[in-house]
């Protein structure tokens, strides 16, 4: 008997032990940018409890004036970030690029952009960088140098000269296996580029044009690139395209963001697909709220699942953490951070808690 309740005993010690195990806290570096011209001072970075939805360890991890989007390479040894001025230079706005050591920054160089109030920065898989300027109305695409520092002498796509009526106002520009997709919320289009010897140059579809008075802001691309979902800022829709066999996408549908029952002024701002693909969401400044849909995973369109109060004001960029099961918000006019735990399965989203931080605006995850 007194054998066998030690043997009872060692296997209750291993089993706890294993439980034990299976709770190791999973902890990620979150780099937070933000608007300078209140008490904020730069871009910082916070620990993220992937087990408990917490955001811990706050520190200042670069002073910056208004580094208001955040790049991290997919190798992980770089950050970039917009200085979103006027001022930089006699030009316009900045960029600067971090090297991350053990998940701090360490300063390479900056360059001016261009064009004024860059707001977007983005990466290829092959050596450049793409900076929007909204006031400029143009993209600044630079080399990177080996480690990452930013080259001089950037190729600039200038979109004043495409339109004599309305007024070019370049938000995104995302590099993909088909060249590089520009989002202009002035000109109400998608504008399409190619690289040809290291230059970017008109692409064969150089547009996709959306409704006048739509204001495409942000999009992002489906399955294999077949779909192309498109968030407008201005007459909050989204757009959903697909890509034909010649390459060339068309519009196949738009969905409202917004309750039919809201009646005040909202402005959209960010998008982004589940991993799985399965789940598209968006914010509404004005409304407040993620709006959710499911994604039919045949022809691509959207399915209204429902929408949630992100719990603050003026919600900006937000982000899915790596693991899928939780989304973070920056609410940039109610100075917080608001975390939300994602059910994977319907896609619906559970408020979890807040973090405070003046003026959040991008939120960039540090994934090992």
């Not at 230059?199 to 495409?216: E, M, Y």
């Amino acid at each position: 008997m007194k054998f066998s309740y030690i043997v009872f005993s060692i296997s209750l010690l291993i089993l706890m032990g294993c439980s034990e195990k299976k709770q190791v806290t999973k902890t990620l570096p979150l780099f937070v940018g933000t608007y300078t011209d209140g008490e904020s001072e730069g871009i910082y970075r916070f620990t993220f409890n992937s087990n408990s939805g917490t955001l811990e360890e706050k520190s200042l991890a670069a002073v910056l004036p208004n580094p208001s989007f955040l790049k991290i390479s997919k190798n992980r040894t770089n950050l970039y970030a917009v200085q979103e001025t006027a001022n930089f230079d006699s030009l316009g706005g900045g960029v600067t690029a971090f090297k991350l050591k053990d998940g701090l920054l360490e300063l390479q160089n900056s360059m001016g952009t261009g064009g004024a109030h860059p707001c977007h920065v983005s990466l290829s898989n092959y050596g450049y960088l793409a900076v929007s300027n909204y006031t400029g109305g143009n993209v600044s695409i630079f080399g990177l140098e080996d480690g990452g520092a930013l080259k001089s002498d950037p190729q600039i796509i200038d979109h004043k000269m495409l339109d004599t009526v309305k007024t070019a106002h370049a938000h995104m520009a995302k590099f993909s296996v088909e060249g590089l997709f520009v989002s202009d919320l002035g000109l109400d289009a998608i504008k399409r580029y190619q690289n040809q010897n290291g230059q970017f140059k008109t692409a064969n579809q150089a547009s996709l044009d959306l409704p006048d008075g739509a204001g495409p802001r942000h999009f992002v691309f489906g399955k294999k690139n077949e779909f192309l979902y498109i968030i407008n800022e201005l007459n909050s829709t989204i757009g959903v395209f697909q890509k034909n066999k010649d390459g060339k996408y068309s519009e196949i549908e738009s969905k409202s963001t917004l309750d039919a029952s809201f009646k005040g002024e909202s402005f959209c701002a960010d998008i982004h697909l589940s991993s799985d693909g399965k789940y598209l969401y968006g914010s509404n400044r004005g409304e407040n709220s993620i709006v959710i849909f499911k994604v039919d995973q045949t022809t691509g369109k959207l399915q209204l699942v429902g929408r949630e109060s992100v719990r603050g004001n003026w919600p900006r960029n937000f982000t899915i953490d790596p693991s899928g099961n939780f989304i973070l918000i920056a609410n940039q006019r109610s100075n917080n951070i608001t975390v939300f735990k994602r059910n994977t399965e319907n896609g619906t989203l559970q408020f979890l808690n807040e973090t405070e931080l003046p003026s959040p605006v991008c939120l960039e995850f540090l994934n090992d």
